[in-house]
């Protein structure tokens, strides 16, 4: 099946350090990738959705400058968190969607920043 | 504003019977409902899905509801097993290739 893998699963970083993430489609192509945010005993929240070859939209409230995208290939997004700080600690999960209303899921990111 | 709402954080079940999971949605939009189960730290794993020309699907011991008048759908697990304790999600999808609209979540227990 179609598998997203995710890296790191977590990661702790000094306040003010900036962290990236990959998800990697290791056997499809996607054109298409969403990126979530989960707080402790909350929803996972989408953050913005990439399209590789353009810019990322987001979604209200999140910062684009802090929150950056890059989906530069069809089996490659990254995520970077910038200037971290740590009202950013959190769980981040990508999701590509697949053909006929598919979506698969990476294994997520802890991030901690102290 | 939550367009996918679980109002029941927790439910705890015995092992054997049946676990209902209900999920509400207000987006009219709304075309294709998702199912979830996932463990701390580990990203979600899908169980069974709905399109909304359909009231009903069936996987195994998993069954999803669609009532689209009333905006509601449950999944039924039974019989309900120690290792289905975890957290469900339920999600809804506008269409193909838009992201998915998660609730809440509801922790499910299963006492043996």
């Known amino acids: 099946g179609a598998v997203v893998s995710q890296h790191p699963s977590r990661v702790i970083c000094k306040s003010g350090t900036s962290v990236k993430i990959e998800c990697r489609s290791l056997?499809?192509?996607?054109?298409?990738m969403f990126w979530y945010r989960q707080f402790p005993k909350q929803s996972l929240m989408l953050m913005a959705t990439?399209?590789?070859?353009?810019?990322?939209?987001?979604e209200q409230g999140v910062e684009k400058d802090k929150f950056l995208i890059n989906h530069a290939s069809l089996t490659l997004s990254t995520l970077t968190v910038t200037s971290a700080h740590p009202e950013d600690s959190s769980f981040y999960i990508c999701?590509?969607?697949?053909?006929?209303?598919?979506?698969?899921f990476g294994s997520g990111t802890r991030l901690t920043v102290v | 504003d939550q367009q996918v709402k679980q109002n029941s954080p927790s439910l705890s079940v015995q092992e054997g019977r049946i676990s209902i999971l209900n999920c509400d949605y207000t987006?009219?939009?709304?075309?294709?409902f998702l199912w979830y189960k996932k463990y701390p730290a580990e990203g979600p794993t899908f169980l069974i899905s709905?399109?909304?020309?359909?009231d009903k699907n069936e996987d195994g011991r998993f069954t999803v509801f669609l009532n689209k008048s009333a905006k509601h759908l449950s999944l039924h697990i039974v019989p309900s097993q120690p290792g289905d304790s975890a957290v469900y999600f339920c999600?809804?999808?506008?269409?193909?290739?838009?992201?998915?609209?998660f609730g809440k979540g509801t922790r499910l227990s299963v006492i043996a």
């Open positions: 999701s590509a969607s697949l053909q006929n209303y598919g979506y698969t």
């Open positions: 056997d499809f192509q996607a054109t298409t």
């Open positions: 990439s399209n590789e070859g353009s810019k990322a939209t987001y």
């Open positions: 987006n009219s939009m709304f075309d294709y």
């Open positions: 709905i399109s909304s020309i359909k």
């Open positions: 999600a809804a999808s506008a269409s193909g290739n838009t992201p998915l609209v």
